[in-house]
Antibody
Framework: EVQLVESGGGLVQPGRSLKLSCVAS????????MTWIRQAPGKGLEWVAS????????YYPDSVKGRFTISRDNAKSTLYLQMNSLRSEDTATYYC?????????WGQGTLVTVSS | DVVMTQTPVSMSVSLGGQVSISCRSSQSLVHNNGNTYLSWYIQKPSQSPQLLIY???NRFSGISDRFSGSGSGTDFTLKISRVEPDDLGVYYC?????????FGAGTKLELK
């Protein structure tokens, strides 16, 4: 059974940093691209970052480019999202998903709240 | 960026009824490899989104045949027949053809 378990969310002040983790199990992690998707409270879904199976290439929307970094440790079957210079508009539940192009499996999400 | 427009924003349905949700994209979703990466997701209350349909019309593992997807190019439809209580929630279409991947704003399905 595919499982994705996110952690690392919490309350953080604007301008500070936070690093999210997602531990994967039930599939061969290093065979799959992975993606972070977020959902602001009461809002829709927003793609945040994707990474190839080897970690050799990464992709971001303009809204987070230069501030967020997606990475992975295939030996640990773990996906990361380093978030710097956080803004109030980054407040959301962050989901780890298995890619590419079709988000077939989602974690339970981890809530990030950016507030002073 | 590809803009995904879903209609309606919300709809009420009676149990056992049928509904259709429309999703239109601002650009063709046909990828260079010939596939069309249009998916449908449901988010039930207090849950993570779940994949229903991928590549326009393919039901994901374990998804009831009451759910069907159709369309091509820029115009897509999700149909749900014989609506059950567990079908209630917010439905999203999403495109994986090009970056940035984008989603519709959602259609909330409620009981009449």
């Amino acid at each position: 059974e595919v499982q994705l378990v996110e952690s690392g969310g919490g309350l953080v002040q604007p301008g500070r940093s936070l690093k999210l983790s997602c531990v994967a199990s039930g599939f061969t992690f290093n065979n799959y691209w992975m993606t972070w998707i977020r959902q602001a409270p009461g809002k829709g879904l927003e793609w945040v970052a994707s990474i190839t199976n080897t970690g050799g290439s990464t992709y971001y929307p303009d809204s987070v480019k230069g501030r967020f970094t997606i990475s992975r440790d295939n030996a640990k079957s773990t996906l990361y999202l380093q978030m710097n210079s956080l803004r109030s508009e980054d407040t959301a539940t962050y989901y780890c998903t298995r890619d590419p192009r079709v988000f077939a499996y989602w974690g339970q999400g981890t809530l990030v709240t950016v507030s002073s | 960026d590809v803009v995904m427009t879903q209609t309606p924003v919300s709809m009420s349905v009676s149990l056992g009824g049928q509904v259709s949700i429309s999703c239109r994209s601002s650009q063709s979703l046909v990828h260079n490899n010939g596939n069309t990466y249009l998916s449908w997701y449901i988010q039930k209350p207090s849950q993570s989104p779940q994949l229903l349909i991928y590549k326009v019309s393919n039901r994901f593992s374990g998804i009831s045949d009451r759910f069907s997807g159709s369309g091509s190019g820029t115009d897509f439809t999700l149909k749900i027949s014989r609506v059950e209580p567990d079908d209630l929630g917010v439905y999203y279409c999403g495109q994986g053809t090009q970056y940035p991947n984008t989603f519709g704003a959602g259609t909330k399905l409620e009981l009449k």
